[in-house]
């Protein structure tokens, strides 16, 4: 491969044990335990860092009952990267375990889709199914974000840096984008919540948390055509993400992977 390559590391900052019976559309036959774990991620090329999301804080756990590890910020300094000098963060979607702790990236410019924003400000989440996974001030912090000048919109593909593009999806959100990382394997896709695990996208059987369930399938389709593999796609909450890419320090076992 040419051009530019980087480095990608998945970090995980939070826990929430759960049933297979609640990670696909009409439950699991084979109902069993079924945890989530929560990542954000870290793309690093040359004298470039780029963040992929900023979780959620400890008091949002508690709120919502996950068990929180550690501050996402806490998880990148343990890669030497502060989150105070990261100068572009990528907003994947709008819930609440994607975009809290913002303010945490004071030097950042966030990376959002325009429907995105549409869909977290508009008639939709005047209903309870479709606002759930939102929290309203993550929201709000977003929109004055964008009156400092802060958010750059992106309508579909763009690339925000060489041999790092964003890719409009879908189906789990209006405007769920995911990331394409060139990398010295190949062509790695962040794919976020366009698959939650390997098995949604691996068996077509969708998350239940869902704007578009057929714009999401067709999304399993679109993170294949966009990674070199599917082994280059890497899913945003399956904690076999830990298990199948090394940690890239003893020390860092089972708190950070490195999918390049």
């Not at 970090?11 to 079924?34: L, Q, T, V």
């Amino acid at each position: 491969m040419s051009g530019a390559q980087y480095e990608v590391y998945a970090i995980k900052y939070a826990h929430h044990a759960r049933r297979a019976s609640e990670n696909f559309i009409g439950g699991d036959p084979h109902d069993g335990p079924m945890p989530l774990d929560y990542f954000v991620w870290l793309i690093r090329g040359g004298d470039r860092e780029i963040v992929v999301d900023t979780g959620f804080s400890k008091a949002v756990a508690l709120r919502r009952q996950r068990e929180h590890l550690r501050c996402p910020t806490e998880g990148l300094a343990l890669l030497n990267a502060d989150s105070r000098k990261v100068g572009d963060v990528v907003i994947t979607h709008l819930h609440y375990d994607h975009v809290g702790n913002f303010d945490l990236f004071p030097a950042a410019t966030f990376h959002l889709q325009d429907r995105e924003m549409q869909y977290a400000t508009g008639r939709h989440m005047a209903q309870p199914v479709f606002s759930g996974a939102f929290d309203v001030e993550d929201v709000v912090g977003m929109v004055r974000n964008t009156y400092a000048g802060r958010v750059r919109f992106h309508d579909g593909d763009a690339e925000i840096a060489p041999g790092v593009s964003l890719h409009f999806i879908g189906g789990h959100t209006m405007g769920l984008q995911v990331v394409r990382v060139a990398t010295r394997r190949g062509h790695v896709v962040l794919a976020s919540d366009a698959s939650h695990f390997y098995a949604n996208m691996e068996q077509a059987r969708p998350f239940p948390i869902v704007f578009n369930v057929a714009d999401m399938v067709e999304g399993y389709a679109r993170l294949r055509a966009l990674a070199d593999s599917p082994a280059h796609i890497v899913p945003g909450h399956d904690p076999l993400v830990l298990e199948r890419y090394p940690a890239p320090a003893a020390g860092l076992q089972g708190i950070v992977a490195r999918l390049d």
